[in-house]
């Protein structure tokens, strides 16, 4: 998000969901949409039925490279220097929008210094793609009529998440194709409300809709609403956090509603950081293994159990209502929050999620006009500034939230663990369809445990011979900071030298493997890309 | 349209031949199934056109079960269209809900919704509200039968490249009642992998719609891969029909097939 805040001056999902359908041409990078982003898939299917082109850059063969009229195999975390390589031959052969350039934007020369130097050949080089293939990629995005592109953490979970972000920004601003319908930059959000959440402030560095902690008159403004006192320093990220711990200057954590025992990479390091805070509590709907860490556990309610609204990827804001009263103790997180608030010594009254979506309103400009009573139906996509706005389908049509759109000139960097003798092969880790993230729910879900009950190592056919291992098998995988055991599946969805890895397994954590090594921007970890050995276990 | 079906309703339940009537209701601005109980609280009762007709429709039937089950001794009423009777029928023949525990109330498709059906019959034999439409014949199938049969075969295996075996198909299907499900089963087909093991997941299913499908186009409605499913279970029943002289949910009401299930015989 970080990315595209720079670039465009707002972190979201630039064009609707339905506008795909009628793109002309649609680059997926690092996303597995039908397993990940199913319905979102819905869109491309319609598109390509239509006629239009389909890209897919993946180092993975996934579902999407059936309906691809191009798949294109990257070396891992090499995106950089592809999206630049597809810039260069843009450039070179004058398919740019150099109108669009000149009007809307602002930092193209030093951008052009830059791509000049990555030619097809250099780039073929670095990233494993063909001259041809660039080629071809170039010509079907910059000039089709329409073009799309759709990312998510194929993109983002790497050292270099917000340089590949601003790679595809540049891209987007250099062929004119955003701020109309059916073009734009396009990152997916995983869970229903993981915009909402962001939305509403749920980062170290902003108050909700993204305005600033450290400008005063932001603070003041908040001052001023909640009548308290507010600190003008950003907060931490989680990385941040466990380092925190370690070194004694953090001594309790409050997790809502995340299962970093899973989730976050090098979990050995992870546990010895949680183990060591005076305070730990946890607020989920399960029991999760962060939660079997904790002092308190605060039983929250599910989506059944509840009002309000989420916030979805492209930012449409939907009801929703409690279908059942929560089970046992648990309750709203809304009001254990404000529970525990008021014990603090700072009361909080709200009567109901419908009194906090109207001061949500009150203090946030993107979401000044949203209330309960106008989500009937399909609800409304930010922004929407004010009761009479009917929401906003793509954003910087004619003019970026930034103002003029920021081209960033940007170097390709290696990820921060490469494979050498010790660590031969690339781990690449992700989802799969059956489950969510740590598998807090869908684990929980027998039948989507039966579809798929336990993790499983993605090896090609070559590679699994010179190792002695048979399908089913089960290998020891090491990396730097851990070992996990699991069992092999035989595949031509990986290329050789690579290993593929789902996250969800906490008795196979991939999460063991991974490298906590982060964006400096972002903080979030390349989980994409480490270094690992692997070995048939006795 | 509606109003006649509410004053249907109304009756039904004044008079006590019905405990509650399954329909659809629209309420915060999406349609769902809906229970009606009180004959004096009909509102946003609605028949599932939203924004064109037969948008907005369910698999009452299926509702019907579960509910028939929680409450075997009552009658309920159930809002049917021209697929529902068929399914109603299909499923009294299949011993799967009580001809004596339901009252139908029956509505005729217009036109538009019998085209883009291909419906062979858009309206139930009795119905209270909306004029029959023509009957359509399967030109989807048609097409297709007129391709080679290897060319046939490669347009299916592209259609079911994109089943992101969501199950929806299954879920949403009237006519699928079965606590053990075939799909599900490793001993017949390799779980875990996308797309759904292809083509042997959609063959599995078509076979077994066999004799069962009533031709709603649910499944095709909610497929997130826009598979056309429907039409590959119209062969089935066309398949069926050439074979075993039998279309599930035509004829008389309470006519048996003219075939024996094997071992039939043995139960009796
Ligand atoms: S059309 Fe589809 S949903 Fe309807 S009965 Fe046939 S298989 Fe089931
Ligand atoms: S509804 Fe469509 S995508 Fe889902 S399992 Fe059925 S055929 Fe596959």
Redesign the interface.
């Known amino acids: 998000m970080a990315g595209l805040a720079a670039a465009f001056g707002s972190g979201a999902m630039t064009n609707s969901i339905a506008e795909l359908e009628d793109a002309d041409c649609i680059l997926v990078i690092g996303s597995n949409t039908t397993s990940s982003h199913p319905l979102v898939a819905t869109r491309i299917f319609r598109a390509k039925e239509k006629g239009a082109k389909v890209i897919v850059v993946d180092p993975r063969k996934i579902q999407l490279v059936h309906q691809a009229d191009l798949h294109v195999r990257h070396n891992l975390g090499t995106d950089v220097a592809l999206v630049n390589g597809i810039m260069h031959v843009i450039l070179a052969n004058g398919w740019h929008n150099q109108a669009f350039v000149d009007e809307r934007t602002e930092g193209f020369e030093e951008l052009r210094g830059v791509v000049e130097q990555y030619t097809p050949e250099r780039t073929a080089e670095i990233t494993g793609v063909s001259v041809e293939d660039i080629r071809t990629m170039a010509e079907w995005y910059a000039k089709a009529r329409a073009s799309s592109i759709v990312y998510c953490m194929g993109i983002t979970q790497h050292t270099t998440g917000v340089d590949n972000v601003k790679s595809l920004a540049n891209l987007a601003m250099l062929t004119g194709h955003i701020g109309r319908e059916s073009t734009g930059v396009n990152p997916l959000r995983g869970q229903n409300n993981v915009q909402g959440a962001c939305d509403m402030g749920g980062l170290p560095n902003v108050y909700p809709g993204y305005q600033a902690v450290n400008v005063p008159e932001n603070r003041e403004k908040f001052e001023k609403v909640w009548n308290a006192k507010l600190s003008d320093k950003v907060g931490l990220t989680i990385p941040g956090i466990l380092e925190g711990l370690n070194s004694g200057s953090v001594k309790a954590v409050y997790v809502v509603g995340e299962n970093p025992m899973v989730s976050d990479p090098d979990i050995h390091h992870v546990e010895k950081a949680l183990r060591s805070a005076e305070l730990l509590v946890v607020q989920d709907i399960f029991l999760t293994p962060t939660a079997e860490l904790a002092h308190v556990v605060l039983p929250g309610a599910s989506f059944a159990e509840k009002d309000g609204t989420f916030s979805n990827t492209e930012r449409r804001v939907q009801r929703v209502r409690q279908a059942i009263k929560p089970i046992g103790q648990a309750r709203a997180d809304w009001e254990i929050i404000q529970d525990l608030s008021t014990r603090f010594g700072y009361p909080m009254n709200y009567e109901s999620p419908a009194a906090i979506l109207d001061e949500v309103a009150q203090v946030t400009p993107s979401y000044g006009g949203i209330t309960f009573d106008r989500l009937e139906g399909d609800g409304l996509s930010w922004p929407c500034p004010n009761s009479e706005h009917p929401g906003t389908k793509f954003l910087h049509a004619g003019r970026f939230s930034r103002g003029l759109g920021l081209f960033h000139a940007i170097e390709y960097k290696p990820p921060a663990e490469v494979v050498d003798v010790d660590y031969p092969f690339w781990l690449t880790t992700g989802r799969v369809h059956v489950h969510y993230h740590t598998g807090t729910m869908t684990r929980n879900s027998p039948s989507l445990h039966e579809e798929m009950p336990e993790g499983f190592l993605e090896i090609n056919p070559q590679d699994a011979r010179t190792l002695g291992v048979k399908s089913g098998d089960t290998v020891r995988v090491s990396s730097r900071r851990g070992e996990v055991l699991v069992r092999v599946d035989l595949t031509t969805r990986v290329r050789q030298g690579m290993v593929f890895m789902p996250f969800h397994f906490v008795e196979s954590c991939a999460n063991i493997l991974t490298n906590p090594a982060h964006d400096p921007i972002a903080k979030i970890p390349e989980y994409k890309v480490c270094a690992v050995t692997l070995e048939k276990a006795a | 349209m509606v109003e006649k079906i509410k004053t249907e309703v109304q009756q039904l339940l004044i008079s006590g031949k019905i405990k509650g009537f399954l329909g659809l209701r629209e309420q915060?601005?999406?349609v769902g199934p809906y229970l009606f109980t009180d004959a004096q609280d009909l509102e946003g009762m609605v028949i599932g056109d939203r924004l064109k007709p037969g948008d907005s429709r369910y698999p009452l039937n299926k509702q019907l079960m579960r509910i028939a089950r929680c409450y075997p001794d009552e009658v309920f009423g159930v809002m049917v269209r021209g697929c529902d009777e068929r399914g109603l029928r299909t499923l009294f023949g299949s011993n799967q809900l009580n001809p004596e525990k339901v009252v139908s109330v029956g509505i005729a498709c217009p036109q538009e919704l019998a085209d883009a059906c291909e419906c062979l019959k858009p309206f139930p034999d009795e119905f209270v509200a909306g004029e029959p439409a023509e009957a359509r014949s399967f030109q989807t199938v048609a097409k297709l039968d007129a391709m080679e049969i290897e060319d046939r075969f490669k347009v299916w295996l592209?259609e079911f490249?994109?089943c992101?075996?969501?199950y929806g198909c299954r879920n949403i299907c009237p006519m699928c009642y079965c606590k053990d499900c075939t799909l599900?089963s490793r001993d017949f087909l390799a779980?875990?992998s996308?797309?759904a093991e292809n083509p042997i997941f959609h063959l599995t299913r078509a076979i077994h719609m066999a004799g069962r499908c009533i031709d709603c186009g649910l499944c095709n409605e909610v497929c997130?891969?826009?598979i056309p499913l429907r039409t590959l279970y119209k062969k089935i029943a066309d398949i069926v029909e050439e074979e075993f002289h039998y279309r599930p949910g035509y004829g008389e009401a309470g006519t048996r097939p003219s075939f024996k299930i094997l071992g039939e015989d043995l139960q009796h």
């Open positions: 915060h601005g999406q592209a490249s994109r992101i075996k969501c599900e779980i875990g996308l797309p997130p891969a826009d």
